[in-house]
């Protein structure tokens, strides 16, 4: 059973530090590795999605990188900003349709 | 509409009673979603619908759960004789293919009382 995990559970930074957030997985069988935010009371945004075959994707400040071997990804956050505070979740998709959540990180970036 | 649209955006109901929650997914998609997020649990595959192929139910916690799409676009998730642990937050998404993005919609926040 597919097992995701993000570390650390909680980051608060001033703006503009560059992050890093973690997500591991236990079973490296994965079609594909996807990042999402969420804010308060709404649905999730989807961030980046990084197929089986694939290193790294990168989406404006935003890039991450898979390492299927070692069951690792993470999403590294260049110049924060207030506007990026959320919770931000990892899933691993280990069949079409079915996504394993990570329990997020919830990032506080503060003036 | 330009995203995944839910409906209710909140259901309280009592203990017992059948509720239906209902999806529209982004126009195209051929693939739909459900989830549940609670408390404590995270994020819970539920079902997945892709195109006219039977769907993957293996997600439903009980039977008092069913789920339907109708000529591939909208679906309706219903939970019979709810119980106060189905209370979370029911989030359905869509996407072009499988494998690919998935686009989410604001939720149901359901309460059972």
């Known amino acids: 059973k597919q097992e995701v995990t993000q570390i650390p559970a909680a980051l608060s930074v001033p703006e503009g530090e560059n992050l890093v957030l973690n997500c591991s997985f236990t079973?490296?069988?994965?079609?594909?590795l996807q990042w999402f935010r969420q804010d308060p009371g709404k649905g999730l945004t989807s961030l980046l999605l990084?197929?089986?075959?694939?290193r790294e994707q990168t989406s404006g400040r935003l890039n991450a990188s898979l390492d299927k071997s070692s069951g690792r990804s993470t999403l590294y956050i260049a110049a924060s900003q207030p506007g990026d505070s959320a919770t931000y979740l990892c899933?691993?998709?280990?069949?079409?349709?079915?996504?394993?959540f990570g329990q997020g990180t919830i990032l506080t970036v503060h003036p | 509409g330009a995203g995944v649209s839910q409906s209710p955006s909140n259901k309280v109901t009592e203990k017992g009673k059948d509720v239906e929650l209902r999806c529209d997914p982004i126009?195209?998609?051929?693939?739909l979603y459900w989830y549940r997020q609670s408390l404590g649990q995270g994020l819970e595959f539920l079902i997945y619908?892709?195109?006219?192929?039977?769907?993957?139910k293996s997600g439903l916690p009980s039977d008092r759960f069913s789920a339907e799409r109708t000529g591939g676009s909208v679906s309706t998730l219903t939970i019979q004789r709810t119980q106060q642990e189905d209370s979370a937050v029911y989030l359905c998404?869509?996407?072009?293919?499988?494998?690919?993005?998935?686009?989410f919609g604001s939720g149901t926040q359901l309460s059972v009382l």
């Open positions: 998404a869509s996407s072009l293919e499988p494998n690919e993005k998935l686009f």
């Open positions: 079973d490296s069988a994965i079609y594909n």
């Open positions: 990084i197929q089986s075959s694939q």
């Open positions: 899933a691993a998709c280990t069949s079409y349709g079915k996504l394993t």
């Open positions: 126009s195209g998609h051929t693939a």
């Open positions: 619908f892709q195109g006219n192929s039977a769907p993957d």
